[in-house]
């Protein structure tokens, strides 16, 4: 894929991100003060972060004046929240029907920044997925806890996901990102717009905005938007900002040291939100409907499953840890 210049200024200065608006002109300062839950590990260890379920949407709505004032409110069971109602804030002439991507320079301490496109079925791949084994973004440790799903706390996260713009190992689109946010938090919103675009044909404007907290190298969370252009947000239109966090694990967000939670209801938390995914790795053999081009697989009876190409569908019985380990991932709509 050709990267396109940046078409938007700004880059994150520790936790502050500088925003132009072309409409008034003004800049937002944005700083994400993350509190007990999204501190780094003192010496004593941290509170217990909530235990509330989780559930699939977030309910708080927060403005972009407050995320300027680090006033984002502390995780408390949605794996995200939404920023201005939802309304994303793309300028009119950044609609575009016209494909592009644009993936910003990495900063001084080699994170990633904004990552930008507008994203149709000419950006989204035709062939297999290879591996991002060796792409080691900023904060990424191999750890694995048992009240994970799939085992590994981390995933190299991509801030526009592989399946919109085919952009697997650039060192400029992968972060460290807990199973969590990765599957939780940003992969309903990719497919969302990943079956969007493949049933109408349109185009959708995307941008996703990691936020790091000071000297930090792993993101507190990321600012995802979206909008889809030639029905003007009528199919696809959000603004969210999702936290990297894993219930039941305390995350040092300065080098990407983590802990089992030390309080034991907090643990059980973790474990019980991955309760659904763990039943299905009892060993038993269950059938799922693979995608062969986004690498997902999701339950025989998955509204998506409407949506893949012939082509690209495959029936699969047998072990879903055999999936994942293959490189599969569960869609982020029927969590099978």
Same mark, same amino acid.
């Given at each position: 894929? +050709? ?13 502050? %991100? ?45 403005? $972009? ?11 408390? *069971? ?8 939802? @309304? ?21 301490? *080699?994170?990633?920044?904004?990552? @930008? ?18 792409? %080691? ?38 972060? +460290? ?57 009528? *199919? ?23 802990? $089992? ?29 693979? =995608?062969? =081009? ?26 879903? @840890? ?15």
């Amino acid at each position: 894929m +050709t990267e396109h210049s940046n078409r938007r200024e700004g880059q994150n200065r520790g936790i502050w %991100k500088y925003r132009r608006r072309t409409a008034g002109a003004y800049v937002l300062a944005l700083a994400v003060l993350l509190l007990s839950s999204c501190q780094s590990i003192p010496e004593a260890g941290l509170p217990g972060t909530p235990t509330a379920p989780v559930s699939s949407a977030g309910t708080v709505s927060v403005t $972009e004046e407050e995320i300027a004032l680090g006033d984002i409110p502390e995780y408390s *069971g949605d794996p995200y929240v939404e920023v201005e109602n939802g @309304q994303p804030d793309f300028a009119e002439e950044e609609m575009t029907e016209e494909p592009y991507e644009s993936y910003s320079d990495l900063d001084e301490l *080699g994170r990633c920044q904004e990552a @930008q496109a507008c994203v149709g079925q000419e950006t989204m791949p035709d062939g297999e997925r290879e591996s991002i084994s060796e792409v %080691k973004p900023t904060g990424w440790q191999s750890v694995e806890y048992d009240g994970v799903d799939g085992g590994y706390l981390y995933n190299r996260c991509h801030l526009i996901g592989y399946q919109l713009t085919a952009e697997n190992a650039n060192e400029k689109n992968l972060i +460290t990102g807990t199973r969590y946010m990765n599957t939780e938090g940003m992969l309903p919103f990719e497919d969302e717009v990943a079956d969007y675009v493949e049933e109408t044909g349109n185009h959708v404007l995307y941008r996703v905005t990691p936020v790091f907290e000071g000297d930090n190298l792993v993101v507190s969370g990321v600012w995802m938007e979206a909008e889809s252009v030639e029905d003007d947000g009528q *199919g696809v239109s959000f603004n969210v900002y999702v936290y990297n966090v894993q219930p039941g694990i305390e995350i040092d967000y300065a080098q990407g040291d983590s802990r $089992e939670a030390q309080d034991g209801s907090q643990a059980q938390s973790g474990q019980a939100d991955a309760s659904q995914a763990q039943g299905a790795d009892d060993g038993q053999e269950r059938t799922y409907i693979l =995608n062969r =081009n986004t690498r997902k697989f999701h339950d025989p009876g998955c509204a998506s499953v409407e949506d893949i190409k012939e082509k690209n569908k495959e029936e699969y019985t047998g072990d879903r @840890q055999q999936l994942l380990d293959e490189g599969y991932e569960p869609c982020g709509r029927c969590c099978p």
